[in-house]
């Protein structure tokens, strides 16, 4: 998702104009030396998300109940208050921001300007700058990386294993994106953020050839960078790893239609290759779910069973993972029809995988949710109340946490809790909600319109239900385009 910011408390003449900046009153009588760590570095501690509307308003600066400053976008902080962006040492500054963008687990891809005047009396000059998330420091980028990677970025939407899921990484914070597909070569880019000092970064691109048809071709990026990928060869789907020094192998004993043998043990008779999935572990390895028939035959169950799938310089082992699967009652008697690979909505909360249906059983009145630990090897299933027609035409409202998934429904709020699939709702709280993201991992901020005044809000609810009003919108026509979570609350 590339959004577009515009930061500034600099007046205008009308809420039209839309290219604004950011000045900060310098300081004066400093002493260079109260000048304390590292320079460029943003505080996101004072920080929760960043709201970026459609077009300039007047909004609260957060200094005083009466204060207000003509933008299009506002910060929030730890309490849900709107807050000003700080620059720790910085005597001066101005920011403009033209896009925000995701670019690997920890960082930011900033376009626009930042010039700053510290304390000492140094500047910093940067534009399409780099923004680490654990700490706040910004890094230079040539305009080249910048370039190539917005192109490559543009291939993000069809980059996901998961209908909401992230990107993905290896333990280098290295990124992989799905590039083109050219007859039997699917490309995978890999994007490498190499920090070159204290001040810089570049980006280093790799094109990694699958040899893969674009048939349901899916892929995981294991820890040390090994691709484990399917794509389907005359109808028959076959498994492989292209391993980080450039090899790839077949796991012959994953194609579609064949058994399963580990170690000399019998797991399944017919695989299901399309049936397959993973996700990576909490310890950083990687749980493959296999699905097969333990006997073939029309009428015979499909079972999911997971596997320890692991990879060392051109060699894999799987390792069975002793699970006992829940018995449900009717169609539920068996984990695979909770679990159909391309419309799963996946969830991680450090060791818990949690997982729900887009669509779920035809005759399915609520919706079906399941989780996987692989702490304990456990899987616990559960239903919520919402049918899976109500829940496939609110899904893209869906927020999440790490402790949390909340789905609005009309004027209705659903918290799902992911450590035992509870759910608790608060009904008719009097707010249809557009967009949500969560604040910290039990506060829900939301843009929505007040159906007891017909304005448009900014809000948050917790797990009390309350609601708290950031912000109320005069203008009828404002609208809130995104919802980005930057600090570290």
């Known amino acids: 998702m590339i959004l577009i910011l515009i930061i500034s408390n600099m007046s205008c003449s009308s809420d039209d104009d839309i290219f604004e900046e950011t000045k900060v009153p310098p300081t004066t009588n400093v002493d260079p030396v109260t000048i304390q760590g590292k320079k460029n570095q943003f505080d996101i501690k004072s920080i929760a998300n960043i709201v970026l509307l459609n077009?300039?308003?007047?909004?609260?600066?957060?200094?005083?109940?009466?204060?207000?400053?003509?933008?299009n976008f506002f910060l929030t902080d730890d309490k849900g208050n709107i807050t000003?962006?700080?620059?720790?040492?910085?005597?001066?500054?101005?920011?403009?921001?033209?896009?925000?963008?995701?670019?690997?687990?920890?960082?930011?891809?900033?376009?626009?300007?930042?010039?700053?005047?510290?304390?000492?009396?140094?500047?910093?000059?940067?534009?399409?700058?780099?923004?680490?998330?654990?700490?706040?420091?910004?890094?230079?980028?040539s305009d080249l990386a910048y370039t190539q990677f917005v192109n490559v970025y543009a291939k993000i939407n069809q980059s996901s294993r998961w209908i909401n899921g992230s990107l993905q990484f290896d333990d280098n914070n290295a990124v992989y994106l799905k590039g083109n597909n050219t007859g039997a070569v699917q490309e995978i880019y890999k994007a490498e953020f190499v920090k070159i000092s204290e001040e810089a970064m570049e980006v280093k691109f790799t094109t990694i050839n699958l040899i893969a048809q674009n048939n349901r071709f899916n892929y995981y990026v294991l820890g040390n960078g090994d691709i484990l990928y399917?794509?389907?060869?005359?109808?028959?789907?076959?498994?492989?790893?292209?391993?980080?020094?450039?090899?790839?192998?077949?796991?012959?004993?994953?194609?579609?239609?064949?058994?399963?043998?580990?170690?000399?043990?019998?797991?399944?008779?017919?695989?299901?290759?399309?049936?397959?999935?993973?996700?990576?572990?909490?310890?950083?390895?990687?749980?493959?779910?296999?699905?097969?028939?333990?006997?073939?035959?029309?009428?015979?169950?499909?079972?999911?069973?997971?596997?320890?799938?692991?990879?060392?310089?051109?060699?894999?082992?799987?390792?069975?993972?002793?699970?006992?699967?829940?018995?449900?009652?009717?169609?539920?008697?068996?984990?695979?029809?909770?679990?159909?690979?391309?419309?799963?909505?996946?969830?991680?909360?450090?060791?818990?995988?949690?997982?729900?249906?887009?669509?779920?059983?035809?005759?399915?009145?609520?919706?079906?949710?399941?989780?996987?630990?692989?702490?304990?090897?456990?899987?616990?299933?559960?239903?919520?109340?919402?049918?899976?027609?109500?829940?496939?035409?609110?899904?893209?409202?869906?927020?999440?946490?790490?402790?949390?998934?909340?789905?609005?429904?009309?004027?209705?709020?659903?918290?799902?809790?992911?450590?035992?699939?509870?759910?608790?709702?608060?009904?008719?709280?009097?707010?249809?909600?557009?967009?949500?993201e969560y604040r910290n991992n039990n506060v829900l901020q939301f843009y929505g319109i007040s159906y007891a005044s017909g304005k448009k809000v900014y809000g948050e609810i917790g797990q009390t239900g309350d609601v708290k009003i950031i912000n109320e919108f005069e203008d009828s026509t404002i609208e809130v385009k995104d919802i980005v979570k930057i600090g570290n609350f």
Not at 60 to 66: E, F, L, Q, S, V
Not at 98 to 107: F, Y
């Open 55 to 71: 077009k300039s308003v007047n909004l609260p600066t957060g200094k005083t109940i009466a204060s207000k400053s003509v933008g």
């Open 230 to 436: 399917t794509y389907n060869f005359n109808q028959f789907g076959v498994w492989k790893i292209r391993f980080s020094a450039g090899q790839t192998i077949a796991l012959s004993d994953l194609n579609n239609s064949s058994p399963l043998d580990v170690d000399g043990v019998n797991y399944f008779e017919n695989i299901n290759s399309d049936g397959c999935f993973g996700v990576r572990a909490s310890d950083g390895g990687f749980v493959f779910f296999i699905s097969g028939q333990e006997i073939k035959g029309m009428l015979t169950p499909y079972f999911i069973k997971p596997f320890r799938l692991t990879t060392n310089n051109g060699s894999f082992t799987l390792q069975p993972i002793p699970l006992s699967i829940p018995y449900r009652e009717e169609h539920l008697n068996k984990l695979h029809e909770l679990a159909s690979a391309n419309e799963m909505f996946y969830f991680n909360s450090n060791n818990l995988h949690v997982f729900t249906s887009w669509g779920g059983h035809f005759d399915a009145q609520e919706t079906i949710w399941w989780s996987f630990d692989d702490l304990t090897n456990t899987v616990k299933t559960a239903f919520t109340k919402y049918s899976s027609a109500e829940f496939g035409a609110y899904y893209n409202l869906i927020g999440r946490s790490d402790d949390y998934a909340c789905i609005p429904i009309g004027q209705d709020v659903h918290f799902v809790n992911f450590e035992n699939l509870t759910e608790n709702v608060f009904k008719n709280i009097g707010f249809e909600i557009f967009k949500t």
């Open 84 to 141: 000003n962006l700080k620059i720790p040492n910085a005597k001066d500054y101005i920011l403009t921001v033209n896009s925000l963008m995701e670019c690997s687990k920890n960082l930011i891809l900033v376009s626009g300007i930042l010039n700053v005047e510290y304390l000492d009396g140094t500047t910093d000059a940067l534009s399409n700058f780099i923004l680490d998330k654990t700490d706040g420091a910004f890094y230079k980028l």
